[in-house]
């Protein structure tokens, strides 16, 4: 199984990244290290060196945490002198959610473009951050020719299913272990367009429902990429099919966008 967004660089990691990092070996058979601001994805870089064929790298630029515009383009230089070890760029998008000043937005829309011709030139897949604005990033990647992942998708089953038209993919995260609302986006996702994802070290199940944690002596109000296990198996239970069946084709998906071999 593979997680495909995981802040493992993510300071919440810094006192037992190693041994998180040999955990999630013992279970998966990738993860897909994200990072959305400058000393995250020079810190995913040094990282990611030291496992390859394991741990796969994106890099990006948080719409409302990732600073200034400048910041913006540092971490684009970044993503191009790093081009071929880089399997994604992201995230990035829009975030209406924190964000609510009109100009501002119009900012994050301006830094966003910039990802997406970045995407389209180097012939990466772009990780799309769009809480409370996935209807306006939908409109930005359509028809852009690139292969786009809806990170986190919390977006209503009617752009869901464009997004999908599209060709686009879907990511679903630990939230489906949790939300109503999750779990029904899962059910309309077809398996060749369904990734998983955990957002560690957010959105941990145990911190928000009655899970027991799949390993111990780990902090279970953080979460960690062998909790899509548990995300698989709740859309096994509202598709009809077997986890094994959620986890292989979720799998395949992320070794098909972001071209890795594992």
Known sequence: MIDTHAH???PD??????????ECRNQLS????SSARYREGLLALEVCSKYPNFLFLT???HPTEGGTEKDAEKILDLIK???ERVKGIGEAGLDYHWEQDPGKREMQKGIFSRFIRLAKEL???LVIHSWDAEQDCFEMVRGQ???CIFHCFSGGRELAREILKEGFYISVSTQVCFSKHHKKLAKLIPLDRLLLETDSPFLSPQKHGAYEPLVKGFDPNRNYPWNIRLS???IAGVKGISQEEVLEAAKANAVKVFGIKI
């Open 145 to 147: 020719g690139i292969a």
């Open 30 to 33: 990738a993860v897909i290290v």
């Open 81 to 83: 002198e790093n081009k």
């Open 13 to 22: 990691f810094d006192k037992d990244r190693e041994q998180v990092i040999e």
């Open 123 to 125: 012939k990466k897949p």
């Open 59 to 61: 890099l990006g630029f």
């Open 8 to 10: 493992l660089c993510f």
């Open 232 to 234: 698989a198996e709740k």
